[in-house]
Each structure stands twice: as C-alpha cells, then as structure tokens.
C-alpha cells in the first residue's frame, strides 16, 4: 500500500534560520512516542489523559488506550502495528491505516510527537 500520510516538520539550519517541510511518514522508520505533560488514569481498561498545559482531558477506547500504552516508549510505527495484529484480528493495511489516522490525531492534538519533535 503507498504511503499517503505526510508530517510536517521545522527545522533549524546551522546558520540560524528555520524552515518548514512536509516528509513522509515511514512505518517502517518513524519511531512516535507520548510528549510528557500528561496525567493520566486507567477506567474500565480505558485511558483517560488530561493535559496540564491545556486543560484538556482526552478519552481512549480500548484500542486506542492499548497504542497509548505502547506509545509510552519510543516505538516504530510497523512495530506497533505488528503488535495490535497480533492482539487483535483485523487486515494488516487497514490496521495501518487507522494507525496513522490515529497518530496524526494524536500529533495534531500535541499529544504524541515523533522522535525529532520531541
């Protein structure tokens, strides 16, 4: 399946000067992993993440409460993957599809970043 997920990224040169670019994201090289700043509590097997900063509290079905927890340490996007296929029975391109759905919510929200971000 080709990849349509794109990030967008700023960059400092060493001159001194930033610039943005948009660059793919690779699942097989973009490690994501949670931003600190976030209390959170287990409920009924599901997340529940309130951003001090914001003031915002966030909700997690399940699923999504299970790639939060694999997100608390930096991990590849094919790994997370391969780790809900394995828990769960879905098509591995729609698993990856809605993983990347997922985590460019996450990203947008501020909750997630990948590895250069953070």
């Not at 399946?1 to 670019?21: C, K, R």
């Not at 600190?36 to 993440?49: K, L, M, R, S």
Request: contains cysteine; charged residues 25%.
């Amino acid at each position: 399946m080709p990849n349509s997920y794109w990030i967008n990224a700023q960059y400092t040169h060493p001159e001194g000067f930033e610039f943005a670019v948009n660059l793919p994201l690779e699942p097989s090289t973009t490690v994501f992993a949670c931003r600190d700043g976030f209390i959170e509590a287990e409920v009924d097997d599901e997340i529940v993440a309130l951003s001090i900063e914001q003031g915002i509290c966030y909700g997690m079905n399940r699923v999504g409460s299970r790639i939060w927890n694999l997100l608390a340490k930096p991990i590849r996007i094919c790994d997370l993957c391969a780790a809900l296929l394995a828990a769960y029975r879905v098509d591995p391109n729609v698993c990856e599809r809605q993983v990347l759905d997922l985590l460019e919510e996450l990203r947008a929200e501020g909750l997630i970043a990948t590895l250069e971000e953070k």
